[in-house]
C-alpha cells in the first residue's frame, strides 16, 4: 500500500518570504500523481496543484511551485512571496495513475499547519 | 456553478443516536467519493460511489456506516448507532469520471460531534 508522509507538522514563515513544505511517499508503481491541498479554518479542501509521475518537469502555479524527485520519491512544495491568505494546512496527496486497481483514491499525509507572519 | 455542497455543515448526535450526511456533487459530475478526517490526521478514504452503484467501500467499517448515491437525489452517508469514536470530519469530493486527473472537488465537510 502507498503512504505519505509530511515530516513537518508545522511550519512558519514571515509575509513575502519563501517556505518549503516537504511530502515523501512510498510507492512501487511507475504511474501515479501526486497533489497538494490547502484546507484554510473554513475547512474547504482546495487543490493546489498537481505533478504527472510521467513528467520531468516541475508543476508551477503562480506563486506555488514544487521539486518533484522522482527517484527519492519526494514532492516538496514552495510557496514563494507568503501572503497572510497563505495561511491553512496542507496537505499531500498521491493516487495511483494506470486504468486499473484502485486509482482514484487518494492517499493523503497528516498534513503540515502553516503560519504566516505579518 | 455550484461547487460540492455538504450539509449539514455541523452536526452534533448523542451516542446511539443516528447521523446521516448529505453530498450533491458538481453538476454533471456522477463519480462521489466520501473521505473522514479524525483529529491531527490527513483524509482517509471511505467509499466511492456512482450514481445506483457503490464501486468500493473498502474504506468504510463493517458495521454501523452506509452510504449510497440513488438516482435522484444526493448522496447519503449514514451512520448508526454512533459512538464518540465516529466524531470527525467527513468530507465528500465529486468527480466527472472514475479516475479524474486533475483532482476532485471536495466540499467543505461536515464535522460530526458525538456527545
Known amino acids: 500500500a502507498q503512504t505519505v508522509t509530511q515530516s513537518q507538522p508545522e511550519m512558519s514563515v514571515q509575509e513575502a518570504e519563501t517556505v518549503t513544505l516537504s511530502c515523501t511517499y512510498d510507492?512501487?508503481?511507475?504511474?501515479?500523481?501526486l497533489f497538494w491541498y490547502k484546507q484554510p479554518p473554513s475547512r474547504q479542501m482546495i487543490l493546489v496543484i498537481r505533478?504527472?509521475?510521467?513528467?520531468?518537469q516541475n508543476a508551477t502555479e503562480n506563486r506555488f511551485s514544487v521539486n518533484f524527485q522522482k527517484a527519492a520519491k519526494s514532492f516538496s512544495l514552495k510557496i514563494s512571496d507568503s501572503q497572510l491568505g497563505d495561511a491553512a494546512m496542507y496537505f499531500c496527496?498521491?493516487?495511483?495513475?494506470?486504468?486499473?486497481?484502485?486509482?482514484?483514491?487518494?492517499?493523503f499525509g497528516k498534513g503540515t499547519l502553516l503560519t504566516v507572519n505579518p | 456553478n455550484a461547487g460540492v455542497m455538504q450539509n449539514p455543515r455541523h452536526l452534533v448526535r448523542r451516542r446511539g443516536q443516528e447521523a446521516r450526511l448529505r453530498c450533491s456533487p458538481m453538476?454533471?459530475?456522477?463519480?462521489v467519493y466520501w473521505y473522514r478526517q479524525l483529529p491531527e490526521e490527513g483524509l482517509k478514504f471511505m467509499v466511492y460511489l456512482q450514481k445506483e452503484n457503490i464501486i468500493d467501500e473498502s474504506g468504510m467499517p463493517k458495521e454501523r456506516f452506509s452510504a449510497e448515491f440513488p438516482k435522484e437525489g444526493p448522496s447519503i452517508l449514514r451512520i448508526q448507532q454512533v459512538v464518540r469514536g465516529d466524531s470527525a470530519a467527513y468530507f465528500c469530493?465529486?468527480?466527472?469520471?472514475?479516475?479524474?486527473?486533475?483532482?476532485?472537488?471536495f466540499g467543505s465537510g461536515t464535522r460530526l460531534t458525538v456527545v
Open positions: 510507492t512501487s508503481e511507475s504511474d501515479y500523481y
Open positions: 505533478q504527472e509521475a510521467y513528467k520531468q
Open positions: 453538476k454533471g459530475h456522477s463519480h
Open positions: 469530493a465529486s468527480s466527472p469520471y472514475g479516475n479524474d486527473n486533475y483532482g476532485y472537488t
Open positions: 496527496a498521491y493516487r495511483s495513475g494506470g486504468s486499473g486497481g484502485s486509482n482514484y483514491k487518494l492517499t
